[in-house]
């Protein structure tokens, strides 16, 4: 394939070594001119490890030359890949500015060239930016339409600086968010042979995806840190202690507990959270993100009880009281706390949980349960229809397929809120369904 690539810091500079390696021929494209010299004279404009090597090899088998020319390079290339910087203006949004500027001299070269082309984003961009705002500039310039010649993808780069090019060879996978089927079998084709799962999605979700992925290493490495010191000051090593935390791939290093849905609860999260919070403060090491669980945890209680209020109903069937299904433990379950906010707003509760019954209720789970909600035997009901009899709003904390057969059943005219993420709750009949994230 011809592909142009516009920028060539870090992300373009290593697309341009790695893509003839791929069999492709790359015309790199920048603003500043050093740039533009240093790979036509075979060198890097980055330091990253065989990236040198790569560029050198490319350039010599005339496979890679850059150039300041959009019109050069678009009507010599059949893909675009944009990887110029996007910056944080100072309220921290990311500054478009440089992406803005090359959709728009693409777009307007597009009217001088003859045959299809694809634009693919891969500067990191909050999601909807694609869309919302790179469509529109880059159909004004170009005079096309999607499908006429014309399609515009987002593709994050995952690459780390350090190890770029290791990363190109083997990327965790490869997600790509197309306006228009042309965009998705382009870089099919331009990344052919590389290894990892290519997932085809929407723009909005490829752009999402590249955000959590920062995010999320951002809290793994802020983790790490707050519990390593909290150990140190234990005189405990906090790296062997995760190294063997890491060893556990079923519920440490793994999709568990990643699936957003209501807050966390029962009788050990909760407890041993705030057991390692006062255990941090008494060794006076400060530990501010896992000092905020408690308080995130509440603010997705409040959000729940906010969706429920919203417009006034005050009849609600909840589904689900213990911490999780399949268990009668209600000890610190959000669903008592959801519950009882409600009660205490003059809420008129109708509860199902099959696995609560008042009358086995023991020990620690019977005193909390009669100190959180006194007359919980007359909100309990004995059958899902029960529960559903007069109800306006539909809370799902959790729900066995037969109580959301009835569920679904008794959906007509009713609001769902699901907490839980039920698929087939989501086209009960004439109801208005909402999930809490989602
Ligand atoms: N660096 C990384 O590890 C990494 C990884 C994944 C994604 N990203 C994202 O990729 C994007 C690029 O990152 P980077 O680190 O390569 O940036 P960078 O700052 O190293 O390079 C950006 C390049 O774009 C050039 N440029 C600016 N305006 C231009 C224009 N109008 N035409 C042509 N070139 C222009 C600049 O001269 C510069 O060479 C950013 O959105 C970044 O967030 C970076």
New binding site residues.
């Given amino acids: 394939m011809k592909i142009s690539v516009?920028?060539?810091?870090?992300?373009?500079?290593v697309s341009c070594g790695c893509l003839p390696e791929l069999g492709h021929e790359v015309i790199g494209?920048?603003?500043?001119p050093l740039?533009v010299k240093m790979i036509n004279n075979g060198q890097s404009?980055?330091v990253e490890e065989g990236i040198n090597e790569l560029i050198a090899k490319a350039v010599a088998e005339g496979k890679l030359r850059a150039t300041h020319d959009v019109e050069d390079a678009v009507l010599n290339s059949d893909v675009s890949l944009i990887?110029?910087?996007?910056p944080s203006n100072p309220n921290y949004s990311?500054n478009l500015t440089?992406v803005d500027?090359?959709v728009r001299?693409i777009g307007a070269t597009l009217r001088k060239k003859q045959g299809a082309h694809v634009i693919v984003l891969?500067?990191?961009?909050p999601p909807g930016t694609t869309e919302e705002r790179i469509l529109p500039i880059l159909l004004e310039a170009s005079g096309r339409q999607i499908g006429d010649g014309l399609s515009l993808v987002f593709n994050?780069?995952?690459?780390?600086?350090g190890s770029?090019v290791k990363d190109f060879h083997n990327p965790p996978q490869t997600v790509v968010g197309s306006l228009g089927e042309a965009g998705y079998e382009a870089m099919e084709a331009m990344y052919k042979g590389l290894p990892g799962k290519f997932e085809r999605t929407t723009t909005q979700i490829a752009e999402s995806v590249?955000y959590l992925c920062n995010v999320f290493h951002a809290m793994k490495i802020v983790f790490a840190n707050e519990a390593g010191s909290v150990l140190k000051a234990c005189n405990l090593d906090g790296r062997e202690v995760m190294k063997i935390f890491c060893q556990d791939t079923q519920l440490n290093i793994s999709p568990a507990y990643l699936r957003p849905g209501f807050a966390f609860g029962g009788s050990c999260l909760p407890k041993e959270v705030k057991g390692f919070l006062t255990m941090a403060r008494d060794l006076e090491v400060p530990i501010p993100t896992l000092s905020a669980l408690l308080d995130s945890n509440e603010a997705h209680i409040k959000r729940a009880y906010d969706m429920i209020a919203k417009n006034g109903r005050k009849k609600v069937a909840l589904f689900g009281l213990a911490f999780k299904p399949g268990t009668d433990d209600m000890r610190d379950s959000p669903l008592v706390v959801l519950a009882e906010r409600m009660l205490g707003k003059g809420f008129e509760l109708a509860i199902f949980d099959r696995f609560v019954k008042i009358s086995r209720l023991l020990g620690k789970n019977k005193e909390f349960i009669e100190q959180e909600i006194p007359h919980l035997d007359k909100l309990l009901h004995e059958t899902p229809e029960a529960a559903l009899k007069d109800a306006e709003v539909i809370v799902i904390g959790h729900a066995d397929a037969e109580a959301r057969q009835a569920i679904i059943a008794h959906a007509e005219g009713r609001r769902i809120i699901d907490l839980s993420g039920y698929a087939d709750l989501r086209s009960a009949a004439g109801a208005h369904y909402e999930g809490i994230c989602w």
């Avoid at 516009?6 to 500079?13: S, T």
């Avoid at 494209?29 to 500043?32: M, Q």
């Avoid at 891969?122 to 961009?125: E, G, I, L, M, Q």
């Avoid at 994050?156 to 600086?161: D, G, V, Y």
């Fill in positions: 516009f920028g060539l810091g870090y992300v373009g500079a494209v920048d603003t500043n740039k404009p980055v990887s110029v910087a996007t990311p440089a500027a090359v001299s891969r500067s990191t961009v994050p780069e995952f690459l780390r600086e770029s590249k």
